[in-house]
């Protein structure tokens, strides 16, 4: 018999399509149930189909009307513990638990690992400080939102800390644990307000992935070694399983982590693409039995020939999707809306998809894409107005 699978999230295509590939038979349940989502995937959405707002406890809740085996999370479960609780009462849980989940989510006590190591991670505080330069993050943060500059002198409000605000590169490493130990499967360098894909700010818009020769980061085999060294060192400490991602900001070759992402994150399908890896297969086997892939991301990213990237494209306008048949024969289009869904500013549309030679062409092909996108969805702002 095959084993169900619940995907929860805010964004389940990725997580559910890479499940299903690897013989699962999965629910997806989350905000959006893409009209793309895989022919074997019954996909729910919690706004669709029980008509409530996306919250990580409404999907909690609507889980329990749901038969499975197993339930795998992404984003925001790792900010809400009591809904992965209640995600997971009678079912095994492909995941991070609860008191993992408190515990790498909690930035001093992260900090201070690090700091034991040795590892550059940038400062952090609980109260205001009178000069640096910080930024202002949610404790319950994710994809960027809701960060923004410390402006000296106002006030910390409840919830937030302060991060000591590096130059440099945005990247992430995708690494699978078990047993205390971390298999890296690749690093990427993060797209983060660029205004080209509608974002702004902090906000996560995409991801590239390169060969190790690119130079999309500087001295690209000895920031590969030294996340790789941070992987090994947050799954001894904090025990994670699963797949999980760590940001960081590289320069001069230094890595200093910001940010642990215990969950399924949206680098990890550019490792499928580039590598072929089975990443979901990877995530259940690792959190079922503690086997860990056989996988030696020196050696892949050194035979990887392409550039593979990846884009969120963000509402500049109020939408109201129109028909997007066209848009599901194209390869390099997914997370598609369905015809009459309400799109607000600032909002997803899709993610688009690109390769090249190296990461500048990528990055040139997501913009094409995105452009293609934008000019489309032009006839929709009309419908609002």
């Not at 992404?74 to 993992?100: D, I, K, Q, Y």
Request: proline share 5%.
């Amino acid at each position: 018999m095959s084993v169900r699978v619940l995907a929860a999230g805010v964004s389940t295509r990725a997580i559910a399509e890479s499940a299903a590939r690897a013989g699962f038979d999965v629910v997806a349940l989350d905000a959006f149930a893409d009209r793309d989502q895989h022919p074997a995937v019954r996909s729910v959405s919690v706004s669709r189909d029980f008509h409530v707002a996306f919250s990580a406890s409404a999907v909690a809740r609507a889980a329990r009307t749901i038969d499975c085996d197993a339930v795998a999370f992404t984003s925001p479960f790792e900010n809400h513990c009591r809904a992965v609780e209640a995600l997971a009462r009678g079912r095994v849980l492909w995941g991070n638990p609860p008191a993992t989940l408190r515990a790498v989510r909690d930035p001093v006590r992260l900090a201070t690992i690090f700091r034991r190591y040795g590892v550059a991670a940038p400062a952090v505080r609980v109260r205001p400080a009178t000069r640096g330069r910080w930024l202002v993050k949610p404790i319950a943060s994710g994809g960027g939102h809701r960060v923004h500059r410390w402006r000296g002198g106002e006030c910390l409000p409840r919830g937030r800390y302060l991060q000591k605000f590096l130059d440099g590169l945005p990247g992430s490493i995708v690494f699978v644990g078990a047993l205390r130990h971390a298999v890296p499967l690749g690093i990427s360098r993060q797209i983060v307000g660029d205004g080209r894909f509608g974002a702004a700010g902090f906000q996560y818009c995409g991801s590239l992935l390169a060969p190790i020769d690119d130079p999309q980061f500087t001295s690209g085999a000895r920031v590969l070694q030294r996340a790789c060294t941070i992987a090994t060192i947050v799954a001894r400490e904090f025990g994670l399983v699963g797949l999980n991602t760590i940001d960081f900001i590289a320069r001069e070759g230094v890595v200093h982590p910001i940010e642990v992402n215990p969950r399924w994150s949206a680098s990890i399908e550019l490792v499928e693409r580039a590598f072929g890896v089975r990443a979901f297969a990877a995530h259940a086997q690792a959190c079922a039995d503690g086997t860990l892939p056989g996988f030696d991301v020196h050696a892949a990213l050194r035979r990887l020939s392409l550039a593979v990237g990846k884009a969120i494209v963000f509402a500049r306008e109020d939408l109201i999707a129109g028909d997007t048949s066209s848009w599901l024969v194209r390869g390099d289009i997914r997370d598609v809306p369905n015809p009459g869904d309400h799109i607000p500013a600032g909002h997803p549309i899709c993610t688009v998809f690109a390769d090249g030679r190296d990461s500048t062409e990528c990055e040139a092909g997501l913009v094409v894409a995105a452009n293609w996108i934008y000019t489309h969805t032009r006839v929709w702002e009309q419908r609002i107005a």
